[in-house]
């Protein structure tokens, strides 16, 4: 799952990526408004946190803004101001969360992983495909009950296409959700780690859960 | 019950009921008295001038007819002894209608007694005066005292008097009215005095009414009343002033607080985020190290803060001593550029020194050198890079002179300029902690020249901004 912060304070941004990227999520920094724009319009993010008080374009502005221009990726604000009102104004201009600092890193997964949650109608922590779970907080995969131990990277895609279950996720989509805004896109890349992850999970098993879709991309699918 | 009376009765209101009534009771007893002595001694005047003027009357005629009633001779006055009597009697019936006492004697022997005295002798003590008025009661002829006077003339002695009753009446009946109504006029008072202190006192209660409601968390209301031109009026917009004055100093607390907190959140959430992620999972020596640094520069800047706002709230409560001395002005601003020059260079700045003159002043050294080291890292932090700070001093007359430092910068609003002294005021919020500074360098450099007696101001322009500082010379 990718994120962008949008964060003026260089130290606040890079520990947040710190340990977002820990957590398997890819992260993209935005240091003002008018960066934080510039992302969030082009690029395809899965969650924006965003500080309020940043150069250029504040935080609630820069909120106002993306919805006017009908990009619904969840908002999480997060900044020093601890108002009622301060709260109202930044969730009434459209964000889904609020988070004042200093904040406990642990609290700031917990909001992340429930505003992806909402957004895709889920349930629990714990995506599953047949046999297949895959735990969101621990980030420990099983087939069968027994563990199955994968790269951050191998983790993010198969997350993505859990989340996606029974829908074609293509090739470009999934580079955009699992890959920062650095990474030069080539696809074959993509291919490289499906083989990798169907090695881990399908193999040895009856019921195949990776499809590929030729042309198009690929599928998790129960039957 | 019990204690509202108790209130009652030590209420302003009661204590004035009863002052008023009071004095209002002096007052009538005073006017009483005046009044009855007045009269008293009026009626008494008026009687005596009339008893001396019947008296003198009696000498008169008897001196002016010659009659000797002890050897009374037919006369062609008097043929026999009853045309005298008939004279007499006239007398008394026609001229003694108000029942005047007379009596008439030459040595020890009466020769005439008005008929109401009824073979009464009038004693009286020998008098040496020829004219003698008293005072005595003799139950035999009236109840009452009795007015007196007495005029001696060669043999004779005439007496006139007349009972004070008659004349007293007016004045006993005027007295009797009085006590009756004195005490209702006294409850009148009580009852306006209690009813006046109700009326003006009211408003007390209702400025003590709403008072009693003004708390910390509602100081924008006011007491009511400000509008009547009076004492209260007066009062009331005296505390209403007070309260007015009471808010700006809570909300100066208040904003206060909120800034240092927010001021001091920054460092904490990196110290917080970065030491909760250097917990999460295990990290390599190099990382540890690197968040420790990370670490110790965000408690420098903690202290920074601290120090701040500690110094600027010592200011404002004038717990600052000044050591002034005497110095030379170049010399003191060549040591402060050199050492801020390190940091110019990392911004690609240069900073120029532009004096005419060589003088000496006198000012607290330290505290100088950390308002313009404050201007200094200011104009650094804001200015343009690659253009130069330029710091000037100079005199302006012989009391004052001048400290300015000035940068190249993008436009700040007017709005932005008035504020730039506002403690944690930031013309762009972000722009001081990209740089790393503190939002209260300048508040803390105001608060230095206000020790200094100095004054503080930013000029600017489409591309520049000035900060003139103002100093005594001594």
């Known amino acids: ?223 | 019950m019990k204690n509202r009376i108790k209130a009652y009765v030590l209420s302003t209101r009661f204590k004035m009921t009863i002052w008023y009534a009071l004095l209002f009771l002096i007052l009538e007893i005073i006017l009483g008295v005046i009044i009855y002595y007045y009269l008293y001694s009026n009626s008494i005047k008026r009687l005596d001038l009339s008893l001396s003027a019947q008296a003198n009357a009696i000498l008169h005629i008897l001196k002016s007819k010659h009659i000797d009633l002890e050897t009374f001779q037919p006369s062609d006055i008097y043929s026999s002894e009853e045309d005298l009597i008939w004279d007499i009697i006239y007398d008394v019936v026609v001229f003694n209608e108000r029942n005047t006492f007379i009596q008439i004697s030459t040595g020890s022997k009466i020769i005439y007694q008005s008929a109401n005295l009824s073979n009464i002798k009038l004693e009286f003590p020998q008098i040496k005066s020829k004219t003698k008025t008293f005072d005595f009661t003799d139950p035999r002829i009236s109840n009452d005292e009795i007015r007196a006077i007495q005029i001696n003339n060669g043999n004779y002695k005439v007496i006139v008097a007349y009972p004070k009753e008659h004349i007293f009446q007016t004045i006993n009946s005027l007295t009797d009215i009085y006590i009756i109504i004195a005490p209702v006029f006294f409850l009148i008072s009580l009852l306006g005095g209690a009813l006046i202190s109700q009326r003006s006192l009211s408003r007390i209660d209702k400025i003590i009414k709403k008072t009693e409601e003004i708390t910390a968390h509602n100081l924008s209301e006011i007491i009511p009343g400000e509008e009547h031109n009076d004492e209260f009026g007066r009062l009331v917009k005296k505390m209403n002033e007070m309260i007015q004055r009471i808010k700006t100093s809570i909300d100066y607390m208040n904003q206060f607080s909120i800034s240092a907190a927010h001021e001091l959140k920054t460092p904490l959430t990196i110290l917080r985020g970065e030491i909760e992620i250097a917990l999460k999972s295990e990290k390599s020596p190099a990382e540890y190290i690197e968040i420790l640094k990370s670490n110790y520069e965000e408690t420098l800047r903690l202290i920074k803060i601290v120090d701040n706002l500690f110094f600027i709230s010592k200011s404002e409560n004038n717990l600052i001593q000044l050591n002034k001395i005497e110095i030379n002005v170049k010399e003191f601003l060549i040591g402060i550029i050199k050492n801020a020059s390190v940091l110019a260079h990392e911004k690609n700045t240069e900073l120029k020194l532009e004096m005419n003159e060589d003088f000496s002043a006198c000012f607290d050294p330290d505290l100088i050198k950390q308002a313009v080291t404050n201007l200094i890292d200011n104009a650094i932090k804001y200015g343009t890079d690659g253009f130069p700070v330029i710091i000037s001093s100079n005199k302006i007359d012989n009391d004052k002179f001048n400290i300015t430092v000035k940068n190249w910068c993008d436009d700040i609003s007017q709005k932005d300029i008035e504020k730039i002294f506002d403690r944690f005021y930031r013309v762009d919020s972000s722009r001081t902690r990209r740089t790393g500074g503190v939002g209260l360098g300048l508040s803390v450099v105001k608060s230095i020249v206000n020790l200094h007696s100095g004054t503080i101001k930013a000029e600017k322009s489409s591309n520049y901004i000035e900060f003139i500082t103002e100093l005594p010379l001594k």
């Not at chain 1, 980030?139 to 790269?151: A, D, G, M, P, S």
């Open chain 1, 1 to 223: 799952m990718r994120i962008l912060v949008v964060e003026d304070e260089k130290k606040v941004a890079s520990f947040i990526k710190k340990g977002l990227e820990e957590e398997f999520f890819i992260v993209d920094v935005a240091y003002n408004g008018k960066e934080g724009l510039d992302l969030a319009s082009t690029e395809e993010y899965d969650l924006i946190i965003l500080d309020i008080m940043i150069p250029f374009i504040d935080g609630v502005t820069l909120t106002k803004e993306l919805r006017k221009r009908k990009i619904i990726t969840p908002i999480l604000l997060l900044t020093v101001k601890d108002s009622v009102s301060d709260k109202v104004e930044g969730l009434d201009a459209g964000a889904d969360d609020y988070l004042t600092k200093p904040f406990a890193f642990e609290e700031l997964t917990a909001r992340i992983r429930a505003l992806l949650r909402r957004r895709e109608n889920l349930m629990s922590n714990i995506l599953t495909a047949a046999d297949l779970k895959l735990d969101l907080v621990t980030h420990k995969v099983y087939r069968n009950e027994k563990e199955i131990i994968l790269t951050p990277k191998e983790f993010s895609i198969l997350e993505y296409l859990l989340r996606n279950k029974n829908k074609i996720v293509s090739r470009t989509k999934l580079i955009e959700h699992v890959y920062d805004y650095h990474f030069d896109t080539d696809t074959n890349v993509i291919d490289v780690y499906i083989n990798k992850l169907r090695n881990k999970i399908d193999q040895g098993f009856n019921k195949k859960l990776i499809h590929t879709i030729r042309g198009v991309g690929y599928i998790i699918k129960e039957d």
